[in-house]
């Protein structure tokens, strides 16, 4: 039994599930433009996007597609693209 | 150990022992008639006397939830309520239970309105038997005092971890006087020791408290329930059995009995009403009638086992009842039946309801009860159907 | 063996994450709440305790083997956070405390507004150390939209149904900022997802207070709302603008603090949402949209927000 006591569980163990096979549309950053500002981060209600040397990077085994960022960007350095399926 | 007896208040007896058990965190709202232990409990600690938290509640449903946090924190925690209280916590025991928190709770057996009234029964507690909650009922001041020091040890042992009820009739032990036998404070910590949780919140170790479940696992949360009851029997025996080693006193631990050995009728019944049925029992023993009485004092556990075999050979059983299952009688009665199904002894067994909503229940009326069960032999005896003793059938024409 | 309701039992952790609520979670995409609680604990760190009421919060957060809370949290029931919280604390300091942790309720308009509040008003009346956020996303989206005493004049929502003559909501929504101040809360504010440099201030403040806090926030619904996920911080940004979420700070009862705006018309931030559509399809709505004018001006008035 893996399960604690009393309907208790452990922490954090919502990270095994891939929510980004949600998706419809996916974000896609241009590295030329993403001045690095970490609003995108910031803003991610799912904590997708990481901003790394050269520009946000999209963590897709979570981005719900959602958009946020695209429409939050300041420099409108995210697009957004159909997901293939 | 030898203890001071002094005449004390019901309440007052169960302060003492709550006090003496150092409970972490104390939460109370006032309903009549449990408000004197928690006045008794604030006084305690306005006083320094003892040095738990002690939060008032805006209704017992926080006091209920106040208790509730403080248990998953860790802490031994301590509530009381009645009657329509205890109604209003019936949401939170559930959950309390689910989660496997060991609150202690007294609950000062009151009737249910309407119409509102302060009289004693067993309807309150009744409502919260499914809740996976332990339930001792009490049937003096000293098994008050008793049982709430032994209640800490069994509602926090780690095979158990269920919230717990002593159960007390309302006025009939809240608020009347007997001579109380009290153990030095220290004793009683020593025996009621500190709880130890198996899990608790804590930021070194993160948990999640009330997560959702679905039907891969639900089922299997409430199987667990019933598995830490019976748990819980062998612990209610190990820890009241502690208690007479070292104090002296014994209650009885699921069950009591009182001259069921060659016993033809044996009354069955809880709380306080149990004492009156000891004393009439020993004044009809002495007319020479072979009765005798089964003090239920684990309504959960459910002592069915115990029962059964107390019962013996006995051909009759009268189930005193101060609660109903309306349209099918009397709870005590309904789960006593439901113990004797499949057993190879089947003894009549009759229902009576007795003392609902604080009617009167002296010895004359269980020497009448006693009277109608002999009865039940006769053509025109009682067979099935609950009798109700004291009903005003005037009050239906 | 149970597997997971999705088969993923074997799936790798994508540990790297390391935010204190994580990713995983089943908030709808684009929840206005889920960008709130991340922030909201990113300020407070992992020394904290977070109780939460029933709602979309608890069912998102916390399925079974899929928690994304990485502090200690706890949910009960629906009407009794802050009674759980003051619990906490109570077995917390009945220990000591030695660490100083917090306690922090995150619930929603229903588990506060509504079922919560007389559990809400006991913890804020004992003045017990716990900071309250409520993220309000203005109706009980958990149970499929329905109206609360949160949802504001004119709302269309599956229990104040647009049909005929009806508008929606006939009534105007609880203010509960007064409410709080009413009860002598010594920290009082109002936040906003489109400002999260401010949220965080005020969690810091609301934590570093001693005594009861209390947040409110709004999180744009797009589920409960009508609009896209991509327009979730716009529209906070724009309730805001309007004046009709005014961002506000009071200290033992003194206004503080309020955020300085240019009024954008309340258009702005109505006609992108379903919620209100009618008002803007239907002439004999006209009264409505004027009194929701009227409420934007009024708080820019009182709250002297130009």
């Given at each position: 039994?893996?399960?604690?006591l009393?309907?208790?569980c452990k922490?954090?163990e919502?990270?095994?599930l891939?929510?980004?096979?949600?998706?419809?549309?996916?974000p896609?950053?241009d590295?030329?433009r993403c001045?690095?500002c970490?609003?995108c981060?910031?803003l991610c209600?799912?904590?997708c996007?990481e901003?790394?040397?050269d520009?946000a990077e999209v963590n897709?085994?979570y981005?719900?597609g959602?958009?946020i960022?695209?429409?939050?960007?300041?420099?409108?350095?995210?697009?957004?693209?159909?997901?293939e399926k | 150990m030898k203890?001071k007896?002094?005449?004390l208040?019901?309440?007052?007896?169960?302060?003492e022992?709550?006090r003496?058990c150092?409970?972490?965190?104390?939460?109370v709202y006032?309903?009549?008639?449990?408000t004197?232990i928690?006045?008794?409990?604030?006084?305690?600690?306005?006083?320094?006397?003892l040095?738990?938290?002690?939060?008032?509640?805006?209704?017992e449903?926080?006091?209920?939830?106040?208790v509730?946090?403080?248990s998953?924190?860790g802490?031994?925690?301590?509530t009381?309520s009645?009657?329509?209280?205890l109604?209003?916590?019936?949401?939170?025991?559930?959950?309390?239970?689910?989660t496997?928190l060991?609150v202690?709770?007294t609950a000062?057996n009151?009737?249910?309105s309407?119409?509102?009234?302060?009289q004693p029964?067993h309807?309150d507690t009744?409502?919260?038997?499914?809740?996976?909650?332990?339930?001792?009922?009490v049937?003096s001041?000293?098994?008050?005092?008793?049982?709430h020091?032994?209640s800490?040890?069994?509602?926090?042992d780690?095979?158990?971890?269920?919230p717990?009820l002593i159960?007390?009739?309302?006025w009939?032990?809240?608020?009347?006087?007997?001579?109380?036998t009290?153990?030095?404070?220290?004793?009683?910590?020593?025996?009621a020791g500190?709880?130890h949780?198996?899990?608790?919140l804590d930021?070194a170790?993160p948990?999640?408290y009330g997560s959702?479940?679905d039907?891969d696992?639900?089922?299997e949360?409430?199987y667990?329930l019933m598995?830490?009851q019976?748990?819980?029997?062998?612990k209610?025996?190990?820890?009241?059995?502690?208690?007479?080693d070292?104090?002296?006193?014994?209650d009885?631990?699921?069950?009591?009995?009182?001259?069921t050995?060659d016993a033809e009728?044996i009354?069955?019944?809880m709380?306080s009403m149990?004492?009156?049925?000891?004393?009439?029992v020993?004044?009809l023993?002495a007319e020479?009638r072979?009765?005798?009485?089964?003090?239920?004092?684990?309504?959960?556990?459910?002592?069915?086992e115990?029962i059964?075999?107390a019962?013996?050979?006995?051909p009759l059983i009268?189930?005193l009842?101060?609660s109903l299952?309306v349209?099918t009688?009397?709870i005590?009665a309904?789960?006593?039946?439901?113990s004797?199904?499949?057993n190879p002894?089947q003894p009549?067994i009759l229902p009576f309801m007795a003392?609902l909503?604080?009617k009167?229940?002296?010895?004359?009326v269980?020497?009448?009860?006693?009277d109608i069960?002999?009865r039940?032999?006769?053509?025109?005896?009682p067979?099935k159907?609950t009798?109700w003793?004291g009903l005003?059938?005037g009050f239906?024409? | 063996?149970?597997?997971?309701?999705?088969g993923e039992?074997?799936?790798t952790?994508q540990?790297e994450v390391?935010?204190?609520?994580?990713?995983?979670?089943?908030?709808?995409?684009?929840?206005g709440c889920a960008?709130a609680?991340?922030?909201?604990l990113?300020?407070t760190?992992?020394?904290?305790?977070?109780?939460?009421?029933t709602?979309c919060?608890?069912?998102?957060?916390?399925?079974?083997?899929?928690?994304?809370w990485?502090?200690p949290?706890i949910?009960s029931?629906?009407?009794?956070a802050?009674?759980i919280?003051?619990g906490?604390?109570a077995?917390?300091?009945?220990?000591g405390?030695p660490?100083?942790?917090?306690v922090?309720?995150?619930g929603?308009?229903?588990?506060?507004?509504?079922?919560g509040?007389g559990?809400?008003?006991?913890?804020?009346e004992r003045?017990?150390d716990?900071?309250?956020?409520?993220?309000?996303n203005?109706a009980?989206?958990?149970?499929?939209?329905?109206?609360?005493s949160a949802?504001p004049?004119?709302?269309?929502?599956?229990?104040t149904?647009?049909?005929?003559n009806s508008f929606?909501k006939t009534?105007?929504?609880?203010?509960?900022v007064?409410?709080?101040?009413a009860?002598?809360?010594p920290y009082v504010?109002?936040?906003?997802i489109?400002n999260?440099?401010d949220?965080?201030?005020?969690?810091r403040?609301g934590?570093?207070?001693?005594?009861p806090?209390?947040?409110l926030?709004?999180?744009?619904?797009n589920?409960?709302?009508g609009?896209?996920?991509?327009?979730?911080?716009e529209?906070?940004?724009?309730a805001v603008e309007?004046g009709?979420?005014p961002i506000?700070?009071?200290?033992?009862?003194?206004?503080?603090?309020?955020?300085?705006?240019?009024?954008v018309?309340?258009?702005?931030y109505?006609?992108?949402?379903?919620?209100?559509?009618?008002?803007?399809?239907?002439?004999?709505?006209?009264?409505?949209l004027?009194?929701?004018?009227?409420?934007?001006e009024?708080?820019?008035?009182?709250?002297?927000l130009?």
């Amino acid at each position: 039994m893996d399960l604690l006591l009393g309907g208790v569980c452990k922490a954090g163990e919502s990270k095994r599930l891939e929510t980004g096979k949600w998706r419809s549309f996916r974000p896609v950053v241009d590295r030329n433009r993403c001045i690095k500002c970490g609003k995108c981060a910031d803003l991610c209600p799912d904590s997708c996007m990481e901003i790394k040397e050269d520009g946000a990077e999209v963590n897709l085994y979570y981005c719900k597609g959602c958009l946020i960022c695209m429409r939050e960007c300041p420099v409108k350095a995210i697009t957004k693209e159909v997901e293939e399926k | 150990m030898k203890g001071k007896t002094a005449i004390l208040e019901g309440s007052r007896a169960v302060a003492e022992a709550v006090r003496a058990c150092r409970p972490d965190v104390i939460s109370v709202y006032p309903i009549t008639p449990q408000t004197h232990i928690l006045e008794d409990l604030a006084r305690f600690v306005s006083s320094g006397r003892l040095k738990s938290q002690f939060v008032r509640a805006d209704s017992e449903f926080s006091a209920a939830s106040i208790v509730y946090g403080a248990s998953a924190a860790g802490a031994r925690a301590y509530t009381a309520s009645a009657s329509q209280g205890l109604l209003l916590m019936n949401e939170v025991i559930y959950a309390m239970a689910s989660t496997r928190l060991p609150v202690v709770l007294t609950a000062v057996n009151r009737a249910i309105s309407a119409p509102i009234t302060i009289q004693p029964d067993h309807q309150d507690t009744m409502s919260l038997r499914d809740t996976g909650a332990l339930q001792i009922h009490v049937e003096s001041m000293q098994e008050a005092y008793d049982a709430h020091v032994q209640s800490f040890r069994i509602a926090e042992d780690p095979e158990v971890l269920l919230p717990l009820l002593i159960c007390m009739d309302g006025w009939v032990l809240s608020h009347s006087y007997e001579p109380v036998t009290v153990f030095p404070d220290e004793a009683i910590s020593e025996f009621a020791g500190t709880f130890h949780p198996v899990q608790k919140l804590d930021p070194a170790n993160p948990l999640t408290y009330g997560s959702y479940a679905d039907q891969d696992v639900l089922m299997e949360y409430r199987y667990a329930l019933m598995l830490a009851q019976e748990k819980a029997k062998e612990k209610i025996c190990s820890v009241t059995k502690e208690y007479k080693d070292i104090f002296g006193h014994f209650d009885g631990d699921l069950i009591d009995t009182h001259c069921t050995e060659d016993a033809e009728i044996i009354l069955v019944a809880m709380g306080s009403m149990v004492s009156t049925i000891r004393a009439a029992v020993d004044e009809l023993r002495a007319e020479g009638r072979k009765v005798g009485l089964i003090k239920v004092r684990t309504f959960r556990p459910f002592p069915g086992e115990e029962i059964i075999k107390a019962c013996g050979k006995a051909p009759l059983i009268a189930v005193l009842d101060k609660s109903l299952s309306v349209n099918t009688g009397g709870i005590l009665a309904t789960e006593v039946k439901a113990s004797f199904y499949g057993n190879p002894v089947q003894p009549v067994i009759l229902p009576f309801m007795a003392g609902l909503g604080g009617k009167e229940v002296n010895r004359r009326v269980i020497k009448e009860i006693v009277d109608i069960a002999s009865r039940s032999g006769d053509k025109q005896g009682p067979r099935k159907d609950t009798v109700w003793m004291g009903l005003d059938h005037g009050f239906f024409n | 063996m149970i597997v997971d309701r999705e088969g993923e039992k074997e799936m790798t952790m994508q540990t790297e994450v390391k935010e204190l609520h994580a990713p995983g979670h089943r908030a709808c995409p684009g929840c206005g709440c889920a960008i709130a609680v991340k922030s909201i604990l990113r300020e407070t760190g992992p020394n904290t305790i977070v109780v939460s009421p029933t709602g979309c919060l608890e069912t998102f957060t916390s399925p079974i083997r899929g928690s994304s809370w990485e502090v200690p949290w706890i949910h009960s029931l629906f009407e009794n956070a802050p009674a759980i919280a003051t619990g906490v604390l109570a077995g917390l300091n009945a220990k000591g405390n030695p660490d100083g942790t917090k306690v922090v309720v995150i619930g929603g308009d229903g588990g506060t507004y509504d079922i919560g509040m007389g559990s809400l008003s006991g913890m804020f009346e004992r003045k017990d150390d716990i900071l309250y956020i409520c993220y309000d996303n203005e109706a009980y989206m958990n149970t499929g939209i329905q109206g609360s005493s949160a949802t504001p004049l004119g709302v269309g929502t599956t229990t104040t149904p647009v049909t005929g003559n009806s508008f929606g909501k006939t009534v105007e929504k609880k203010d509960l900022v007064a409410i709080a101040l009413a009860h002598g809360v010594p920290y009082v504010a109002t936040a906003s997802i489109a400002n999260l440099a401010d949220l965080k201030k005020k969690v810091r403040k609301g934590m570093d207070n001693p005594g009861p806090a209390f947040i409110l926030m709004l999180t744009p619904c797009n589920v409960g709302w009508g609009y896209e996920p991509e327009e979730t911080v716009e529209l906070a940004r724009k309730a805001v603008e309007t004046g009709l979420f005014p961002i506000v700070e009071f200290e033992d009862g003194d206004l503080v603090s309020a955020l300085k705006i240019r009024p954008v018309p309340v258009e702005e931030y109505l006609k992108p949402q379903k919620r209100y559509q009618h008002l803007f399809k239907n002439e004999k709505f006209t009264d409505v949209l004027e009194a929701i004018r009227k409420k934007a001006e009024d708080n820019i008035k009182k709250f002297d927000l130009v």
